[in-house]
């Protein structure tokens, strides 16, 4: 008899708290189908419960991603005009105040538990997957491949030199049972059959592997072009760079020395050994038939009996090398977050405005 009114008790509580749970998940959990609306479409009904970014690729909406949907990449920003516009804790570092206030979100921290209307820019919606197979693989360096992939004869690229792709590359550890990576395109605008990009290889890194396993012939998905970055043609280009800072360098100049007659462009290119210099014999036979270009490699780690180029770091080669005024001159740096953080400090030395310079560090 002593036992009967504590275990009376005891199942009273646990019934209670049972019911507790029960209530706060119907009310928490998302029922049924939710509706998503972009821009002035008509709703579309997808399921409750997922991301946002999910919800999207499933329609075949390619917003950029770099990390997978991870919230550590801060590319897949969507504007929400109706629904959830407070950004989580992790979403606060890549959204500036203005954006808070305009109700920018990242998608794949958005879990649809709601009706929801965005707004995307039409260049997003643009994007799309495209099918293609390795057309050739080759070493630039002891660490970087170029790897060119063909599309199909009918089918084509539109994209704007300093774009990137993000590859689709097959993974069993995630629940898609793939992931994507960005890489910046390295071709000229002007081929739009093929997509160039050079990879360097991160050790047991999943998307860097893959790439460097590829063989000619091999099948390859991916999505874009994303990026934007319009470059002024009365202003002289300075690109300064490393590593695989050359990609969308390559693309640039490329580019732009076959579409703008006009435009003056010099490329800073830094790395510590020669071996590490990227297509160095290309560009420095293109300074030699192109007076609009010019190229200054630079070496951190040169042996002085075989190296007559600079040496140093090259935002330091910059400011000795370039005398022009700081207000005809726009700049495109590309490459190691320290290599960056100098050149940055080394134009605004040179009163380059701060709206006229555009970096990606990777
Ligand atoms: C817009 C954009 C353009 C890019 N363009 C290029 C490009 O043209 N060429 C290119 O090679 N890469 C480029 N990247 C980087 C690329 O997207 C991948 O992040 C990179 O290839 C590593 O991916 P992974 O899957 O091999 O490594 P993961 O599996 O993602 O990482 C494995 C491990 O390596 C670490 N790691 C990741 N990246 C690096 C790194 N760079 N150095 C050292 N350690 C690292 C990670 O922290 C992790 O611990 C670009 C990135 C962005 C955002
Ligand atoms: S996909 Fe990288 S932050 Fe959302």
Known sequence: MTFVIPVLLFTLI?????????????????????????NEDKPLEVAAGESL??????????????????GTCGYCKVTVRKGDTTP?????????????DAGVRLACQIRLMESIHIAL???????????????????????IKEITFELSP?????????????????????????????????SPSTERGIVTLNVKLVEGGIGSTWLHSLRPGDPVLFTGPYGEWAPDPARHLVLIGGGVGMAPM??????????RPDQRISLFFGARTESELLYH????????????????????????????????????????????????????LCGPPPMIDGALTALEDLGVDEDAVFYDKF
């Open 250 to 259: 390559r693309s640039i100049i490329l580019s732009l020395l076959a579409e």
């Open 121 to 143: 820019p039409p260049e997003i919606l643009s994007a799309r997957e495209y099918a293609s197979t390795v057309k050739a693989v080759r070493d630039l360096t002891p660490t």
């Open 281 to 332: 014999d290309h560009f420095s036979v293109l300074m030699k038939d192109q007076p609009r270009f010019s190229y200054i490699p630079a070496l951190s780690d040169a042996p002085k009996s075989t190296w007559e180029g600079e040496t140093g770091f090259i935002h330091q080669v910059f400011l000795r090398r370039f005398d022009e005024p700081g207000e005809t001159t726009q700049a495109f």
């Open 14 to 38: 646990v019934e209670a708290l049972l019911l507790m749970v029960l209530g706060v998940s119907r009310l928490l959990l998302p029922r049924g189908p939710v509706t998503l609306t972009i």
């Open 53 to 70: 970014l999910n919800v999207l690729y499933g329609q075949e909406i390619y917003i950029p991603s770099a990390c997978g949907g991870k």
């Open 154 to 186: 009918e089918d084509h690229l539109d994209f704007a030199c300093g774009q990137y792709v993000q590859v689709r590359i097959p993974n069993d550890q995630s629940p898609e049972g793939f992931v994507f990576r960005a890489y910046s395109i390295a």
């Open 88 to 100: 989580l804790a992790t979403e606060l570092e890549f959204l500036s105040m203005a954006e808070r």
